[in-house]
């Protein structure tokens, strides 16, 4: 046995103690003190007034609150649901169709490519995507009436029946290339062999896709899914640029609600109850995912 091994086994101790002072500091003790200011009346000035349940009540009847989280309903299936479709399909052409065709570079590209909308700051692409629907000048009503459709010429992000829409648009065309990068990294372990056999036995594409693919990376998908819809229950930035939760409250999503009970009608107390009834729905979220795909795992290795 080597000599002062039971201090060596115990010395990495010494390289998390870092990282459990910034959880601490900039997670835990945060998240204890908005559970506590979800029990109080604060209003950020006076010291937090304990009144018991009586946000928690309010919550329970506040419509407001509640379309709130069916407008989350709605960025889940732009969020997860359709992206991580799409983008199972795409990552499997690319990698099956364009990468044999035309090489892995054109592949490459075009992951790339699709990937872009992940790495530019909300903020830029709330501008660009603001200038295109803007309903004066906008690319997209300018095109409409250039090519003889101005009847088609809206105020898209103006109108309460159509501003939800182009959130969710902007969003599939947001996170698309999450997946995509995903799943063709998940691709490479992908045995050549499968392909070529199952194509030799006259499968097609989609059963070659059904079959081989879908299959084999199932876990990423659990990955992308659990990751994308806790994206979509907090998204923020999105609504915050593009239409404050307007026209009235048909995008308003609950981080945009709690933060304007916290800095624009000094509802402190009442917005750290909607940050928690998020918090909690995440966590619940979270848990049912992992669970699931525990059970898929056992399932698969007892066959």
Not at 84 to 111: C, I, N
Not at 153 to 167: M, Q, R, V
Request: aromatic share 12%; proline share 5%.
């Amino acid at each position: 046995m080597l000599p002062n091994s039971g201090a060596g086994r115990g010395g990495f101790w010494l390289y998390l103690i870092p990282g459990f002072v910034l959880l601490t500091v900039i997670v835990i003790i945060p998240l204890v003190w908005n559970v506590y200011l979800s029990f109080t009346s604060y209003r950020g000035i006076k010291p937090p007034k304990f009144i018991g349940l009586d946000n928690w009540i309010q919550l329970m009847g506040d419509t407001k609150f509640w379309t709130s989280f069916g407008n989350s309903i709605a960025m889940i299936i732009a969020m997860v649901i359709v992206p991580t479709l799409l983008g199972l399909v795409l990552a499997a052409m690319l990698f099956d169709l364009v990468g044999k065709k035309f090489g892995g570079r054109v592949a490459s590209f075009l992951r790339a490519t699709y990937y872009l909308p992940q790495i530019l700051p909300v903020a830029i692409a709330a501008i660009v995507i603001g200038w295109i629907l803007r309903p004066d000048n906008g690319a997209l009503n300018q095109v409409l009436g250039a090519i003889g459709l101005g009847g088609l010429e809206h105020n898209w992000l103006g109108s309460p029946d159509t501003a939800l829409l182009c959130i969710m648009f902007v969003m599939v065309w947001v996170q698309l290339g999450y997946p995509v990068v995903i799943f063709m990294a998940a691709l490479q372990r992908v045995d050549p062999e499968l392909y070529e056999a199952a194509e030799l036995d006259g499968a097609n594409w989609f059963q070659r896709f059904r079959s081989i693919t879908v299959t084999i990376i199932r876990p990423e998908i659990f990955v992308v899914t659990l990751t994308s819809t806790i994206a979509a229950l907090k998204v923020f930035g999105p609504i915050y640029t593009l239409t404050r939760g307007g026209p009235g409250t048909s995008t308003i999503v609950p981080s945009y609600y709690s933060y304007s009970e916290f800095f624009q009608t000094q509802q402190v107390g009442y917005g750290a109850t909607i940050a928690t009834a998020l918090t909690i729905v995440t966590i619940v979220v979270a848990i049912f995912f992992i669970k699931a795909q525990n059970r898929a795992e056992r399932a698969e290795s007892g066959r």
